[in-house]
Every structure is written in structure tokens, then in C-alpha cells.
T-cell receptor
């Protein structure tokens, strides 16, 4: 159980275009989903937290107009990178948590974004 | 400010050895300490986690030792195998507030056959 999927696994886009990444909890209802960014050989950096039906809470330094997060249902959250630039190239990972008071976060397999 | 400090940055052991990865924290409000294993190009996978009311937890070949007074915890991998070669992250969270995970900087483990 506790499987989280992400789609696509890899995406290449041109500078200035927008890219949408989906994160789904397959066998549980995710009241909270998290989006992380990871640079090569570095740790995970939390970008934002989203609760179903609410606006996302962004970490300091993360542009909310650039990284649009939507958590429209208990099993789906999307991250849209708008007007992507080469510096947005990174590994984006989502995670999901089943309840507000539970600890465990289950991570997706990640999406490798390359902006040319 | 790094909420969770992790060492070493990298570690090489022979097959069968026992690599030990250490983490330290300052915030005494943390009450959940998981370890994650990440292979290249994949998301982290939860390995084992501990709460501060116990000093040790074992699951298979993985053991967490927890020292509440020193605010330190460590991961031991018994009888390490080449398939254990991965990056390991410790983390900490607290049930109050946003309940976010604070990650360590990661340890790249290589197990030599």
C-alpha cells in the first residue's frame, strides 16, 4: 500500500513554455501533499505544502506565480512550472500524507525536468 | 539553517560491513525521526522510523539508535550488501504545526563487493 505516482517521469521543454507535473496517491486519500525540488547530489528542498481544497503554502523564496500548485482532489495534486527557464531544470518529487496528524510521507518516483 | 545535521557525506564499506550514519538535531519539539533510502533517479523510500520514547528500533538489517539527551540518532546497516549502495537521508518532524519533514544533507553509501 501507500503508493504515490508521478507523471511524467521525464520531460524536456523549451524555455518560456509551461510544464505540468501530476502527483497521484493510488491507494489512499492524501489530505496533504508536498512538492520538493532536488538538485544533483543534494538534499530535498521543500517547495510547498498543499491541503486538498485549499491554497498551497509556499516556502520562503519559492515564487508562487512561477510554481502553480493545485490540489483539487484527495488523490491528485499538480505542479505547473510556468514560463520555464534553464535554471528550473531539476528533479521534482512529490509526497503525500494520509491524515493531518499522521507522520508518514510517501514519496513519488520523481520527475526530471530539463529546460532547453 | 540546517535543522538536521547528517554525517558523513559519503561512506564506502566492504560487503558484510556495518556502515553507520549519524544525525543530530536541535529542536526538542521533533518527535518523529525517519530514514529514507534513495536510488539515483528515484524518489526516497521510507526505510525505518523511530519516536523518541524508544532508544532503538530494528527492522531486518536496519537499526536506528536514538539518544534523546544528546539529540542524536543513527542508522546502522547490518551485513551490508552491494544492493544497499544508495543515498540515505535522515529526517525529523513534529506533529504540531505544519508537520513538515526536515531532511539531513544525505550520505552516499557505496558497498564494495
Amino acid at each position: 500500500g501507500a503508493v504515490v505516482s508521478q507523471h511524467p517521469s521525464r520531460v524536456i521543454c523549451k524555455s518560456g513554455t509551461s510544464v505540468k507535473i501530476e502527483c497521484r496517491s493510488l491507494d489512499f486519500q492524501a489530505t496533504t501533499m508536498f512538492w520538493y525540488r532536488q538538485f544533483p547530489k543534494q538534499s530535498l528542498m521543500l517547495m510547498a505544502t498543499s491541503n486538498e481544497g485549499s491554497k498551497a503554502t509556499y516556502e520562503q523564496g519559492v515564487e508562487k506565480d512561477k510554481f502553480l500548485i493545485n490540489h483539487a482532489s484527495l488523490t491528485l495534486s499538480t505542479l505547473t512550472v510556468t514560463s520555464a527557464h534553464p535554471e528550473d531544470s531539476s528533479f521534482y518529487i512529490c509526497s503525500a500524507r494520509e491524515g493531518q496528524k499522521t507522520y508518514e510521507q510517501y514519496f513519488g518516483p520523481g520527475t526530471r525536468l530539463t529546460v532547453t | 539553517q540546517q535543522q538536521v545535521k547528517q554525517s558523513p557525506q559519503s561512506l564506502i564499506v566492504q560487503k558484510g560491513g556495518i556502515p553507520i550514519i549519524n544525525c543530530a538535531y536541535e529542536n526538542t519539539a521533533f518527535d518523529y525521526f525517519p530514514w529514507y533510502q534513495q536510488f539515483p533517479g528515484k524518489g526516497p523510500a521510507l526505510l525505518i522510523a523511530i519516536r523518541p520514547d524508544v532508544s532503538e528500533k530494528k527492522e531486518g538489517r536496519f537499526t536506528i539508535s536514538f539518544n534523546k539527551s544528546a539529540k542524536q540518532f543513527s542508522l546502522h546497516i547490518m551485513d551490508s550488501q552491494p544492493g544497499d549502495s544508495a543515498t540515505y537521508f535522515c529526517a525529523a518532524s513534529m506533529r504540531t504545526g505544519a508537520n513538515n519533514l526536515f531532511f539531513g544533507t544525505g550520505t552516499r553509501l557505496t558497498v564494495i563487493p
